[in-house]
């Protein structure tokens, strides 16, 4: 590939010729060289060619094991495209750190012997490896070797000549993370091995489990909740199951928010706590919509059982109808290739002077008898599609109606969550209102701020904020019923879309098919009929 002691890159002519010198030793011999391809190549060795750098590899896709040590290749690059790779050997190089790997899960040894990794890392999804060597690398930490614990096929590994193996209770510290391990180092770890290994370090062990159990535990509750989040949103109920709606409706409301945080002051000798009378009406407000909220989420759910329910009805009505149609295409068929065998074992004389137009005959009643229960299926396929299509729009439908009455923001129409916005928007008036009073007299508002008392002496501007945060609510929440109705109308159509296009394609290869089945036996009578 180069001089001796000089860096090579892989070229074609060069893989070419080592493919080649392998196999003539090997069992093919020299007339399968000629004809082997680079895909059908299962093992090569590049080992001590002075390699600098992996590449011309993509077309060896069948490749099982392969050797690229003693050379100078410095970065893990250009294997991705061998997927069939169980066995990979680049030791004796100076590759520094473990990386393109990701699509090599069939691999089960890797050697990364004498190279200059000081981390492992990037080897999550080579789940079937059974041995790793990482002899005479630079890895540091012993603890780094938690990273390997959830290899559960590891039996062999390698680790001497690295910093980490200067560590006391090195080895019997490997040997109890690592209980299924046979070899350490080149050595077989017998029981009593193992057994000393557990003893020593039994608490660490005992608190490794419980950090995994712990993490084990995160782990499925965050699957449920990505789970349950999936759910909402197929729905279109997400974030209604508690006080989100009301949270963002009032997240951009800088009234509100200082108006609750206004201390309080003090009315005709009374206390007249503002901030408390603002605080209880938001409060009784945000209990009311919440409970709203969850009443939709919970129909929301059911809902969307049913709606599944509906589908999954269908599916299982296609696939009793396509059976059977497929059945009766199967008899026929059957049939008619048992008649023309039968028909091929008689005389050829025979047929060509008095049976050749009857046997043509036989396969157009064939095709007519096949296309006639491939119409059959599309008009029984569409009347369930169309059946489907409105059941789904009844549901969709219902639901609509039943989050346009929680959201009734048409002229007109007033119904809970507006209700209770308006009144929200009442009651805070009928405070400012009189704190604009008070505000005015300076009478009783010593413990108001200065920048408070601003807000409530521009009256106009303090009543015109409150009015536009009151638009903005109602907007919020005709915002959220657009989008439930618009996403939920949106899957519908889709759905139905979805199923008559696979329909479609399911048709158009059934008579693709059939077409060339009696294309095919066209040809065959007409062979016999020569």
């Given at each position: 590939m180069s001089g001796k002691g000089e860096k090579a890159r892989i070229t074609e002519e060069h893989l070419r010729a080592i493919v080649a010198e392998q196999f003539i030793k090997g069992p093919a011999g020299r007339n399968q060289v000629e004809r082997l391809e680079f895909y059908e190549v299962q093992k090569l060795d590049l080992g001590s060619k002075h390699i600098s750098r992996i590449e011309r590899l993509w077309e060896f896709t069948s490749l099982t094991t392969l050797h690229l040590n003693n050379n100078y290749i410095q970065k893990m690059?250009?294997?991705?495209?061998?997927?069939?790779?169980?066995?990979l050997n680049l030791s004796f190089n100076n590759i520094m750190k473990i990386e393109g790997l990701e699509s090599l899960k069939k691999l089960e040894e890797l050697n990364?012997?004498?190279?200059?990794i000081s981390a492992l890392e990037n080897l999550d999804s080579l789940e079937k490896l059974v041995s790793l060597n990482m002899a005479?690398?630079?890895?540091?930490?012993?603890?780094q070797m938690l990273y390997l614990k959830n290899f559960k096929n590891l039996l062999t590994l390698n680790f001497c000549g690295n910093p980490l193996s200067e560590e006391e209770n090195y080895k019997l510290h490997i040997i109890a993370f690592f209980p299924n391990l046979k070899y350490l180092d080149y050595t077989y770890i017998n029981r009593e091995t193992k057994k000393q290994a557990s003893v020593k370090f039994h608490i660490e062990l005992q608190k490794l489990d419980l950090e995994e159990a712990e993490k084990e535990k995160k782990t499925e509750a965050l699957k449920t909740q990505e789970s349950d989040l999936q759910l909402h949103a197929e729905a279109f109920v997400e974030s209604l199951n508690g006080s989100f709606l009301f949270e963002?409706?009032?997240?951009?409301?800088?009234?509100?928010?200082?108006l609750q945080s206004v201390p309080e002051i003090s009315a005709q000798q009374e206390p007249y706590p503002l901030y408390l009378l603002i605080l209880n009406v938001s409060l009784t407000f945000k209990e009311?919509?919440?409970g709203l909220c969850v009443q939709l989420f919970e129909t929301g759910l059911v809902e969307h059982k049913r709606r599944q329910a509906e589908v999954n009805s269908f599916f299982?009505?296609?696939?009793?109808?396509t059976a059977e149609i497929m059945q009766k295409e199967t008899e026929l068929l059957g049939a008619f290739e048992k008649y023309f065998k039968e028909l091929k074992n008689e005389s050829a004389t025979t047929f060509q002077t008095f049976q050749a137009s009857a046997h043509k005959d036989e396969l157009n009643k064939l095709q007519k008898h096949l296309l006639t229960l491939e119409f059959k299926l599309i008009s029984q396929i569409e009347m369930m599609i169309k059946k489907l299509d409105v059941a789904l729009a009844e549901m969709v439908g219902a639901f609509c109606d039943t989050a346009q009455e929680i959201y009734p923001l048409r002229k007109n129409?007033?119904?809970?969550?507006?209700?209770?916005?308006?009144?929200?928007?009442?009651?805070?008036?009928e405070i400012i209102a009189v704190t604009i009073e008070e505000v005015t007299r300076d009478h009783g508002v010593e413990d108001l701020s200065d920048?408070?008392?601003?807000?409530?002496?521009?009256?106009e501007t303090v009543m015109g904020a409150l009015t536009t945060a009151h638009e903005n609510h109602l907007l919020a929440l005709q915002d959220r019923e657009n989008l439930l109705i618009t996403r939920a109308n949106a899957w519908k159509s889709k759905c139905i879309k979805k199923l008559q296009e696979k329909e479609l394609q399911r048709n158009r290869k059934t008579l693709s098919h059939i077409a060339k089945y009696v294309d095919h036996y066209e040809e065959e009578l007409h062979k016999i009929n020569r």
């Open positions: 690059e250009g294997l991705s495209r061998l997927t069939n790779l169980t066995s990364l012997r004498n190279n200059k005479n690398n630079i890895l540091q930490e012993l603890s963002h409706m009032f997240k951009y409301d800088p009234l509100a928010n200082k009311k919509m919440t299982t009505g296609h696939r009793m109808t129409s007033f119904a809970q969550c507006r209700e209770l916005e308006n009144k929200y928007h009442e009651k805070v008036q920048d408070v008392k601003m807000v409530f002496l521009d009256k």
